[in-house]
């Protein structure tokens, strides 16, 4: 080829012109809206009145958005510690699997992923019931008295928690697999010649080398909890008395029910500020950790 | 490969399985309530197998209209969607793994910083851009806003990075054009991202309610989780019905994933280690 570098500049912005154009009316042009908004009182019926930053203050001085905030970070800690270690016990059992009996495994936990919200919340709704579900029929068989998962104040996040882990745990525990595989089998068969036992070789070989698949599904895990808003909306409507007002259930209901918009705008740029900054530190500090290891 | 003795092999499969049943059981609990009659599905004591197997629940759901004019309407929808958005992005995607242009790299962060923009944030304003442009109650409010996809982009521009250039240096050396590269050359081989993406995309439309409920009114347009959805506030008490309808929702996505099941697994390793 010559030295100059060739431009396809025409056929390159064709290509790109459908993309660039869609994003742009539907995603660009919706978050500048939205900043611009914020900043005002506006509704569906009437011309927006400039107001500052008083929407902002109206959300931060709101009770309600810092407890969506705390119940999101509990629903995300009930969540994400279980399936990541679920996803390491099920990647160790299907890597030990014969090969049939593996890929049916691998199958079957990923079919719940590709299920609808509304259709997990009708499961749910019929497993849960108090009377007849078969839940509380499994547990009484143990001797354990009927659990309202639905409506308890102390149970109903656990309520929760089950579907969303439900519905997370087939990518979860795939990525953990592919990370596992990914670890060279000459590494075990040394560390097995210098007379490593297993949980040496778990802690030694096993965990360092998983640690960038774990971030990974740690921030992949904490965005797609807090972010649920089906499972509330369906199963719990925010109750019993908020236990369930996850962040994006708290902004859905502001947009359900009210006239003036910019609060409910605020709210969601400044819970994705908050949100954003969270995952940033848990991937900091993750990281850092990994850097002084190095 | 470590030996293990055949007890040992035994426990493994006996976790394994465990964990299949802990996925499956929830669905299989759905399908087989859906032949329940009404009263029996919340009977006690619990049993698992109905006592009568009453095929008339599904017969009932698929006798309904609306059920059949909301599948047949979402899965139309969906394939519009997966396969309109699969030539534009992977377009764009051949654009930037493989044409040089002036501001490829602003327009690539551009594109790039889309995909950490949160839909929540921008859900009330894009209702705004869609009512303004006079979309609302009809399929293109439904198909059009989501199609265009950074990740999309992301994930197919990794595979055409990929590809050697030997592939195509023959063909520039004819004097093909590079359009012309992309749809004979490159499209052809695209089968691989094609699926995972095409698939993720059918899904996200076949399961979608947010977007669908605060967009679409007119019932005829209904998606197959706003029919289930109303079905459940308004006959929710019909619970063999309720349950025999969301299996029926249920299928056509299982039936995909079934299908493809190899890829798509395949395809996670990818996106998950990139």
Redesign the interface.
């Known amino acids: 080829m010559k030295n100059k570098?060739?431009?396809?500049?025409g056929?390159?912005?064709?290509?790109?012109s459908?993309?660039?154009i869609?994003?742009s009316?539907?995603?660009?042009?919706?978050?500048i809206?939205?900043i611009r908004?914020s900043f005002y009182d506006w509704s569906?019926y009437q011309d927006p009145v400039f107001v500052g930053f008083r929407n902002f203050y109206l959300v931060l001085t709101d009770d309600r958005f810092y407890t969506s905030i705390g119940v999101g970070l509990k629903f995300v800690l009930l969540v994400v510690p279980v399936q990541l270690v679920?996803a390491f016990?099920?990647a160790h059992?299907?890597r030990?699997?014969?090969r049939k009996?593996?890929s049916?495994?691998?199958?079957?936990?990923?079919?719940?992923t590709?299920?609808?919200?509304?259709?997990t919340?009708?499961?749910?709704q019929?497993?849960y019931?108090f009377?007849?579900?078969?839940l509380n029929?499994i547990i009484g068989s143990f001797g354990f008295e009927k659990v309202g998962w639905l409506v308890e104040k102390q149970i109903v996040l656990f309520g929760l928690a089950i579907p969303a882990i439900?519905l997370g745990?087939?990518?979860t525990?795939?990525?953990m697999l592919?990370?596992l595989l990914?670890i060279p089998?000459s590494y075990?068969e040394a560390a097995s010649l210098e007379g490593a036992s297993a949980i040496q070789k778990m802690f030694h070989i096993t965990i360092p080398l998983l640690k960038?698949?774990a971030v990974?599904?740690l921030v992949t895990g904490f965005v797609g909890a807090i972010?649920q808003?089906?499972l509330p909306l369906?199963l719990t409507n925010g109750g019993p008395s908020d236990a369930t007002l996850l962040p994006?259930f708290y902004?859905?209901e502001h947009?359900r029910n009210d006239l003036l918009?910019g609060h409910?705008?605020a709210a969601?740029?400044l819970?994705?500020v908050v949100l954003g900054s969270i995952s940033a530190i848990i991937f900091r500090v993750i990281n850092s950790e990994k850097a002084i290891d190095e | 490969m470590k030996t293990m003795s055949a007890s040992q092999r035994a426990a493994v499969s006996v976790i394994g399985f465990l964990f299949a049943i802990f996925a499956l059981f929830p669905l299989l609990w759905m399908a087989i309530s859906g032949f329940k009659a009404k009263t029996e599905v919340l009977q006690t004591p619990v049993r698992i197998f109905p006592e009568v197997w009453l095929f008339s629940n599904y017969g009932e759901i698929l006798n309904d209209p609306a059920f059949t004019r909301a599948a047949f309407v979402t899965f139309v929808g969906a394939l519009i969607f997966a396969a309109v958005g699969l030539w534009i992005n992977s377009m764009a995607a051949y654009a930037f793994a493989r044409l040089d242009f002036r501001f490829k790299g602003a327009l690539w962060l551009y594109v790039i910083t889309t995909m950490f923009i949160p839909g929540m944030a921008i859900m009330v304003t894009s209702f705004v851009v869609v009512t303004r442009l006079g979309m609302l109650d009809t399929m293109s409010v439904l198909i059009i806003p989501g199609m265009a996809s950074a990740g999309s982009i992301f994930f197919i521009r990794q595979f055409y990075l990929n590809i050697p250039i030997a592939v195509e240096e023959a063909a520039l050396i004819d004097g093909a054009s590079r359009f012309k590269i992309y749809t004979t050359i490159f499209l052809p081989m695209s089968y691989p991202p094609f699926v995972i993406v095409g698939i993720g995309a059918f899904l996200g439309f076949w399961n979608a309610y947010i977007w669908p409920v605060m967009t679409i009114t007119d019932e005829s347009l209904f998606q197959i989780s706003q029919y289930l959805a109303q079905f459940r506030s308004g006959r929710g008490s019909e619970f063999g019905l309720m349950l025999a309808g969301a299996t029926l929702g249920a299928l056509p996505t299982i039936g995909l994933f079934l299908v493809f099941q190899r890829y798509i697994i395949q395809g996670i390793k990818i996106s998950g280690l990139k």
Do not use: C, H
């Open positions: 570098k060739r431009y396809n500049n056929t390159a912005y064709l290509m790109l459908p993309v660039v869609m994003l009316i539907f995603v660009v042009i919706p978050l809206y939205a908004i569906f679920l016990l099920f059992v299907v030990a699997m014969g009996a593996s049916f495994v691998k199958t079957s936990i990923y079919i719940p590709i299920i609808s919200g509304i259709i919340a009708i499961i749910f019929i497993i019931n009377d007849g579900g078969v029929a439900w745990f087939g990518i525990a795939l990525i592919a990370g990914d089998e075990y960038n698949v990974y599904l972010q808003l089906e369906f994006n902004i859905f947009f918009m409910t705008i969601a740029l819970l994705f």
